[in-house]
């Protein structure tokens, strides 16, 4: 079980390139979560997915795009970087289910820089 | 008013103490409550979660959840050099669970 994957790990744009962030995870969880971690902020919601071919905004949605084509698969889009998307991301999954469930599983984070 | 606060901190204890660390939080639809320990550059881990009012102990981790109040909180006994880290205190809301997450305490346990 390799949990949530995600890749790179370490990247470096200019303002104005693309780029896609990819996350997978193995455990068959239904939801799926990308967060952006600002230098020392907690965690920022920036989409969610509940199931394959469903997904919707968070609380930073400007920017990026995800799609959730399968279940194991969430890649977090970035167009046109901009410096202020200089930040650490996370991707998370979860089992969702009741109020004694919902632990969130986090991938290592993926660290981009844009200059 | 965010939705999710924590002291800043930092806070320092001395080894062998207990740490105590505060959230407050503003929906009162909140359902669960957690608390992550993230380690410098690493991801954030689970230390426990509580969604009862009262107390939920885990070994030398004790959650305290007080819904009327709108407060959560995070004991640590016997602290550790091994604690230090930032916690991150987190609540779910919404239909898929979403968490919120507060800023963060950063905790210093001093051999």
């Known amino acids: 079980n390799a949990g949530v994957t995600q890749t790179p790990k370490f990247r470096i744009l200019k303002i104005g390139q693309s780029m896609t962030l990819q996350c997978a995870q193995d455990m068959n969880h239904n939801y799926m979560y990308w967060y952006r971690q600002d230098p020392g902020m907690g965690l920022k919601l920036i989409y969610y997915?509940?199931?394959?071919?469903?997904?919707d905004k968070g609380e930073v949605p400007n920017g990026y795009n995800v799609s959730r084509s399968t279940t194991e698969d969430f890649p977090l889009r970035l167009e046109l970087a901009a410096p202020s998307q200089t930040s650490v991301y996370f991707c998370?999954?979860?089992?969702?289910?009741?109020?004694?469930?919902?632990?969130?599983?986090f991938g290592e984070g993926s660290r981009l820089t844009v200059l | 008013q965010k939705e999710v606060e924590q002291n800043s901190g930092p806070l320092s204890v001395p080894e062998g103490a207990i740490a105590s660390l505060n959230c407050t939080y503003s929906d009162r639809g909140s359902q669960s409550f957690f608390w992550y320990r993230q380690y410098s550059g690493k991801s954030p881990e689970l230390i426990m979660f509580?969604?009862?009012?009262g107390d939920k102990e885990d070994g030398r981790f004790t959650a305290q959840l007080n819904k009327a109040s709108q407060y959560v909180s995070l004991l640590i006994r016997d602290s550790q050099p091994s604690d230090s880290a930032t916690y991150l205190c987190?609540?779910?809301?919404?239909?898929?669970?979403?968490?919120?997450f507060g800023s963060g305490t950063q905790l210093t346990v001093l051999p």
């Open positions: 998370a999954s979860s089992y969702g289910g009741g109020p004694d469930t919902g632990e969130l599983f």
């Open positions: 509580i969604y009862s009012n």
């Open positions: 997915s509940v199931g394959a071919g469903i997904t």
């Open positions: 987190a609540v779910t809301r919404g239909s898929a669970r979403q968490l919120t």
